[in-house]
């Protein structure tokens, strides 16, 4: 049903998967790069919400410093800001996340919670980006105390298919006062 393939494209081939194979190499190679930057500049940040998104967010607000001076509903919107004129022009909803999103404690959420999980994040995230700028310490305890706070808030919620033992049982053993 098919035709026999000639040495030439079996050759095409071979190059077309040599090329695939070192653009993984490479892209393996930028993000180790990418993660020991990170791990230097910005502990708490990348302990926080990852080596990408904390690249970006650093990205996309200049510096560091400059990411510093924002407002947490600034940082949890960056990204976002053609759907946010959009919004306000049209007088339509406001977006509730920009670059955030892509935190993988956002991406874990149930879609009507992801709004309070941004929120909750974007101000954690604000104070490790000032640590990270003003502080003297380049360790990540912050940003991994922060993350296992925001963590407690988004297991508060109710998931969908757990059963009521479990779920009784988290409500029951987790403190309620240090979800903030």
Avoid: W
């Amino acid at each position: 049903m098919g035709t026999e393939v000639s040495d030439l494209d079996l050759l095409h081939i071979r190059e077309l998967c040599d090329q695939v194979l070192s653009l993984s190499e490479y892209r393996a190679q930028l993000y180790d790069y990418l993660k020991s930057r990170m791990n230097t500049i910005a502990p708490n940040l990348t302990a926080l919400v990852g080596e990408l998104v904390g690249a970006r967010l650093i990205s996309h607000g200049g510096s560091l410093l400059n990411l510093s001076k924002q407002p947490g509903s600034t940082v949890q919107i960056l990204g976002a800001e053609k759907a946010l004129f959009r919004a306000l022009k049209t007088k339509h909803a406001t977006p509730k996340y920009g670059l955030i999103f892509h935190a993988s404690l956002v991406g874990q959420a149930a879609p009507k919670h992801k709004g309070k999980i941004s929120r909750s994040l974007a101000a954690k995230t604000v104070l490790a980006i000032r640590v990270d700028a003003l502080g003297d310490s380049q360790d990540n305890t912050m940003g991994l105390e922060n993350r296992a706070k925001v963590t407690k808030f988004f297991n508060s919620f109710p998931l969908v298919g757990i059963s009521l033992n479990n779920l009784f049982s988290s409500f029951l053993t987790d403190d309620v006062s240090d979800m903030c």
